[in-house]
């Protein structure tokens, strides 16, 4: 399979617990992208990565929210203390280009339900 | 800060109509206009438009960017129930993000 890979699919949790997801982009992507999606809305920007480094962080992304590629390849996106607005699909995307140039490629996402 | 609006929001057709999607955007800078289709999870990646490609076609959908105006159309023509989806439009305004409206959400019914 050659293409973006999220972990786990689906994800219940309580209030107040941490949760960690796992992306693994095309593998000769160097670009990696966090968007958040809730119902009827259209993907929100987290945060990018190129390489290893985080290069941009939306103001959307808390201190609850933190996010590592530590190889440049797979990356985690980790929310600490759940709230119930945090439900959303959470999308991993990848480009080797520049966001705009070519389009990303999307993975099919997280879904995650805080309870 | 960039802004996409899209409609109409939601749209229900029969098989074989024609369809045009709207998208409206504000952007500091804009470099280019995306188009994708989301079926069920992944937003899979259309068409992309820039200034100096304003249409765009590929089989029975076709873009046409304004780039004036600052509006996008997308078109599809002869429907199928397969066409069934939600149409994000993004824009890119040079920065690593893309903004995203809300969608529109295609239903064809056979």
């Known amino acids: 399979d050659t293409g973006v890979s999220q972990d786990p699919r689906h994800k219940i949790t309580k209030r107040g617990q941490n949760v960690t997801f796992r992306c693994d982009p095309i593998?000769?992507?160097?670009?990696l992208y966090w968007y958040r999606q809730t119902l009827g809305q259209g993907p929100e920007f987290l945060t990018y990565f190129q390489n290893e480094a985080q290069l941009e962080k939306s103001r959307l992304l808390s201190d609850r929210f933190s996010a590592e590629r530590p190889k440049g390849s797979f990356s985690t996106l980790e929310i600490q203390r759940t709230e119930q607005g945090d439900s959303a699909m959470y999308l991993c995307?990848?480009?080797?280009?520049?966001?705009?140039?070519?389009?990303?490629?999307f993975g099919s996402g997280t879904r995650l339900t805080v309870v | 800060e960039d802004k996409v609006v899209q409609s109409p929001l939601s749209l229900v057709v029969h098989e074989g109509d024609t369809v045009t999607l709207n998208c409206s955007y504000e952007v500091t800078n804009f470099r280019s206009l995306l188009w994708y289709k989301q079926e069920k999870k992944a937003p899979t990646f259309l068409f992309m438009l820039t200034s100096s490609g304003i249409e765009k076609k590929s089989g029975r959908l076709s873009s046409i960017l304004d780039k004036k105006e600052l509006y996008c159309i997308l078109n599809i023509t002869a429907t199928q129930t397969g066409d069934s989806a939600i149409y994000l439009c993004a824009v890119w305004g040079g920065s690593e993000k893309l903004v995203f409206g809300k969608g529109t959400k295609l239903t064809v019914n056979p």
């Open positions: 593998s000769e992507h160097n670009r």
């Open positions: 995307a990848s480009s080797v280009q520049g966001a705009g140039r070519v389009g990303y490629t």
